[in-house]
């Protein structure tokens, strides 16, 4: 056997690679055309590419941003030398009719509170949603929905404070009848009091207090959303409603108790069995035969219940996935300690569970403001519905690819961005362990 | 009832289509404007004395009698078909009859068709959720020639189809084809066959058993129609309610009688449903007479004094 | 010292059902209970204090009564004359088989398109990349009429086939017609045909069977099982001697060859359609409305799936392809023994859900007219009759029945291929 | 399991074990559906008694110590704690829980609560004790466990010997009368096993009563007044360190230690 | 990293260097874009060696070794192994990789088939086995690394020694005439970790050529023939192990050893 010790001497300098492989070359020999097979598809995609933008641009490039009616713009595209069915774009309709496909019908001059208050909604779910946004913002969120509230539909301040009031009716009536009577008790109170409450004496009481203080903005009826906002507005608040109806149902499919768990198990696969058209249908033809008598709420309200148990549905399943995810050890680390069930759900599972589980609620809240488009067949005018309407102004009679384009375009945006932040959440927790 | 209801929330209820050239669209400001939609504000201008206070619902074919029954809204207009069932069976009190309609069919001239016994083997644009769909089949099977029927939701889509030659003809309301035809960019391209199917008498209606209110719809309706043959104009009503020699224009404008108070309301409620939008002449004019977009002829929607069927009872 | 003695039975107290967790949870179970039948009443009592009120009561008689309206599209014989229940059940059809359709391509797209994401060649990554962002971004309802519009505005109407120089032509030496209505393609045809079997009289379920078509499927089902038999007999070979004969045509041979004589003793030939008055005829026409809306939903949920794919994919790690290789498996080997079988435990359960989105998404049917389920019994037959109760409550059975069997299926599945752990 | 050394004095003058009883455990069985995991146990434990139990992976241990702060629920049979019958009844679970110390084997710490607050968090919503109180508490019994400085920290941030010394404070900070432990050692890295034990074997010179299953057979011998040693659900033998190691009396006994010693 | 203490005799009998060249590789580069991993290897590997090769956490050593069997493409230079040159022929690929048997540090066993499928997957399908053959060879090296009895198992109910012994057990059933090792024991516990150098000892007496990422110096000392260290993509030094070991020559050598053993 031959000597085989060796050693180095000097060490070798870095060297750059073949010419071939790196700069714009080998960049497009790598990722383009490493291989027959690649080289065709790269050559098939940029022609597709080429045929879709070709087509789109000379169309979409459009000066017809002043129209009033689709006529005019047939003639500015006439004028132009511009002739026939793809002429271009008649995009005076967008200029025309975007602040209604935002808004609806909501008074122009009001336009601010809805501009605040879907800020206020940003604001309200920072902390929960961004860990870098400052904790004191946190006492906020608990506020948001009735401060959105009362900016949305308007009127007395004392409605949204009197409902929040319950709230604090509930927690006193909890502290006051599990003091004499023990914890079970004490949930049932802090249940039924905010319920008795809302049901028999918030109205006297706001009205009272209406009377004496009149302070307030004026009034929307909520038939005067429309466009955008309604989409957000019964996404948001199909979100922020079913999150609490979700872990109910959540921990009632978890539970041991065979009734309850039967009760939860056949709401959720219920609500998941049937597509939300139908929900629809009830909510538009049913639910005020469902209702005592005389009772009306107007179809929004309508399709906000039936869109909140739709989400709520699917919010369980989610929570359920935070909830398993959870080790066995933290149950009964709090049991030994001596938390009761509520307890150990507030202070130790939930905070847990919802943490793991908020990429699952963003995407439960894209797929619902998606479907809220489905409201315009239930003739609600969401930007669909509107689009609908617009088309049915003499003006603009005939105008299809313009507005579509547009509602998908606004759609796409807050879609995507959202999509983009479930993302980072989840890259985050899978890395982001204290 | 329901007149105490739309007192107190001081705002009317009225059912209309989501959209429908002519009949009622929002503008770009979101005012609802039309054919139907004048009628509601007529209504709401006798009762509440204000035209601009109506609450509009937009309502599908398939939510508009629920919407109704529910009490969600006060009234429909929505050009829906005055019929036996929906009057019966669905039990609501149609009022009157606003506009005198028939299903025809739009063909392209170039299909050279001239009669819809011609059209065997034709694809059909419906708009479905109205009775057009039963005539239709009716029609074809009396007939026995086949045909293929592509339903669609909304009057745009149809258009659409129907521009594109996805069907060769477009049937629904003679009005809703002649309004639909005034928008293309060549109107004169197509034809309205001769034949009309069926008596489409369109007309506002309410819920069964509250009679009174019943009354009022049906009566600012008929003043509306009143006013026109009696000459009454939103131009010369503030002159002629100064008191006329025309007992019939007085007791309409309640300088003479007491028809407001038999109705609950005040004695001007009928001259302020006309100042609303004009009377019913004034009104087709505006909205889908010949002088618009649309250009509808009175035709069977002139007033009995001019061959047409327009007819209203007498205030008296 | 094994006594067991029974501890001294306490008396009941009332607090014991609060207290007590042998009562606590029966408590809360009854008291459950009994709120769900509260509202269950509360909820069946206003309906019928309602009903009463409107002067409707629930009855499924309307069911029977000749419906009065045509569907243009429909698997089964159907006229106007037939029952609401006819029409309905010609909708429930018409919705199977959209959303058959529609899962079958959505699959093909999805494992398209998500192993092309995960492809090497940059370009066709990013293309497919946009193309899963912009389905998934905007609501499916836009989609489907987005679709719709794009077929009726792009497509040629049967009148650009008529004159002297027509603007368009068919396909395929004049055998497929590519029009806005529709398109239509040949449609198999028998000379000497066996007839049909007619079922169920005249009731509203009837339906013919073609005894053709029974034939045929006899005749395949045959050749697949001796096919299989081939395979077999190769596998056996394969474990006894190693080497595995080549068994393809033999395989290919055995379904085709009986199917081809059948065929012809039936005296097959292909109907093709052709311009006759307004319309192609003959042949058969695939609309629009159903071009459209599987088209749509297929796109749509092909975005999803390949995201599932391509995280099936992602999932197995990259050692596994690694170890394959090392052990000198080929690629095409290591696809479909090492990586698809784990891929597809992963993939198949979200897939699954995937296919019952797409079930109840085919109820955006009536955006684009195709007569379905929610078109004819929930839509229609509802507005004809003025039964919301009834109509959207079975119609939302039905969904619900569908629902609940894909489920089935898929727990069934689970439940087969989980991973052996410690 | 290796003998681990202790390498301090133990000061035995407060492990004192008195008359009083603080368990007492009379036939008890318990099943895991059929599978019959207890039988008949009998057990008497007195105030400050330090007992280890030991047997054979599946031999009940855990099951057992479960039983007396009721994590699991037994089916025959009485369990005494304190004076207070377990039986069903809620608010006498609760007022064992709160009398009875429990760590874990894998400390079941809470991951989203500061070490801080996993020790304050039972004092203030079980006992309802004032936060500063609580707090006070709780920074007493971390610098018993000598990691005041990571008060602050998230158990995520810590090694695992610190974190079962965290589990331990949690526990102490409910002022227990009884501290069960459940392997708390067995997760950890051989250097940690000796802080834990450290932090053990100080919670018994100051006369706390305690059960625990463990496999360190030094701290057995050194710290136990007694070790049960249980087999297929029962206790098969059971007697002081000293007798139990050196002269164990049934076969099975001395089949597991000389498996556990031997080698 | 510590120094395992391999308690028995090893037999050297076998281990005979032949002249015979396994693997030939000259003036190798590879670069992962614009970063040069792999600078100017030269290396010749006689039939029936062992290597252990060493260096610093990114200096190449993974990647080297996976170039031998193709896991990794190289960019300029020759590798020949067994007589075939490794050029982007496929044929020649698949006839390397048959020959040479790599275990990975993560085993990366199939977890969906049993041990035994694990085992004769790759005989039925790329050697074309009967499989009645290919079960008994995979019984007879499931036997060899002396876990036959869990052959109809699945991976996931294997410790990881276990599953690494299968690993390698799979890898023999191709009959290879070189076997790779990538730090086979560097994911494993120290109890584990003996099992498997145990396995990896008896195939080196089998007179098998073996190449070896690892940081077990024991295992370097007394079963490599030739010990080679990498830093920054190169050879620095490579020596018989006792002279690596006593007396290594460079200063990086020298540093890194000090690393690993001083501790
Ligand atoms: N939740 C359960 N359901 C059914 N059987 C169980 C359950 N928990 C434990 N067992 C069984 O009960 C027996 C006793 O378990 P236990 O955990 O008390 O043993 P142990 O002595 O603590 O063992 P180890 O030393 O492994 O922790 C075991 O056979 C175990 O399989
Ligand atoms: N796929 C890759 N793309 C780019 N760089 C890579 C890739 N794989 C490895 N590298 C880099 O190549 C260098 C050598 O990696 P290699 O895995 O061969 O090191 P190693 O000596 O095996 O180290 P270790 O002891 O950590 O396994 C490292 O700097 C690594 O970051
Ligand atoms: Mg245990
Ligand atoms: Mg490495």
Redesign the interface.
Known sequence: MSDISFVRTEMLPEQDPPASTVGLIGWLRENLFSGWFNSILSLVSIYVIYVILSGLLSWAISPTWGAHSLNECREILAGLGREGHYAGACWGVISERWLQLMFGFYPPEHYWRVILAFVLVGVGLAPVLFDKAPRALLWFTPIFPFAVAWLLWGGTIWGPLVAMAGFVVGYFAYRFVSGIAGGLLGIIAAFAAPVIWWLFLAGPVAGALGAILPIGIEAVESRQFGGFMLSVTIGITAILISLPLGIVLALGRQSNLFIVKALCVGFIEFIRGVPLITLLFVASTLLNIFMPPGTNFDIILRVIIMVTLFAAAYMAEVIRGGLAALPKGQYEGADSLGLNYWQAQRLIIMPQALKISIPGIVSTFIGVFKDTTLVSIIGLLDPLGLSNAIRADTNWNGIVWEIYGFIALVFFIFCFSMSRYSMYLERKLQTGHH | ATLDDVKARGKLNCGV??????F???????VWEGFDVAVCRAVAAAVLGDPMAV?????????R???L????IDMLARNTTWTFSRDV???FDFVGVNYYDGQGFMVPK??GVSSAKE?????VCIQ??TTT??N???F??ANNIS???????????A???Y??????VYTTDASGLAA?R????DPSAHVLLPEIISKEPLGPLVRHGDNEWGDIVRWTLNALISAEELGVTSANIGELSAGTNNPEVNRLLGTEGNLGEMLGLDAEWAKRAIMAGGNYGEVFEKNIGEA???GLARGLNAQWTDGGLLYSPPFR | MTTLTDPPRESFKLSMLIYDTRYRSLTIQIVALIGFLLLIGWLIGNTAQNLADLGKEPSFGFLAEPAGYDINQRLLDYNSQDSHLRAGLIGLLNTLLVAVLGCITATVLGVVIGVLRLSKNWLVARLMTIYVEMFRNVPVLLWIVFTMAILIETLPAPRAFRGENPEASMMLSDSVAVTNRGVYIPEPLFSNSLGNVHLFGESAIRFDVSLDLIAFLAVLMAGFWVSAWIKRRADRIQEETGDRPTTWWQRIAVVVVPTGILLTVLGFHLGYPELKGFNFSGGIHLRNSLIALWLALSLYTAAFIAEIVRAGIMAINKGQTEAASALGLSPRRTMSLVILPQALRVIIPPLISNYLNLTKNSSLAIAVGYMDLTGTLMGITLNQTGRELETVLMGMLVYLTISLSISAVMNWYNNRVKLVER | MSELAIDREIDRSKMQVSDEVAIQITNMNKWYGSFHVLRDINLTVNKGERIVIAGPSGSGKSTMIRCINRLEEHQQGQIIVDGIELTSDLKNIDKVRSEVGMCFQHFNLFPHLTILENCTLAPIWVRKTPRKEAEETAMHFLEKVKIPEQADKYPGQLSGGQQQRVAIARSLCMKPKIMLFDEPTSALDPEMIKEVLDTMIELAEEGMTMLCVTHEMGFARQVANRVIFMDQGQIVEQNEPEEFFNNPKSERTKLFLSQILGH
Request: with cysteine; proline share 7%.
């Open positions: 289509t989501t959209g429908l050239v002519g009622a669209a929002p503008d770009a400001n979101g609450e509009f619902v937009p309502t599908t074919g398939k939510t009698f629920t919407a029954a529910s009490g969600e069976d669905l039990k170039e299909l059209l065997d083997g034709a694809t479905t959720g769909e039963l239709l089949a009716d074809f099977r045909y293929e029927p592509v339903p669609i939701e909304t009057n745009a889509e258009q659409q189809q521009l594109a030659g996805a069907c060769d639909t005034a928008t293309f960019e618009t977009p649309i």
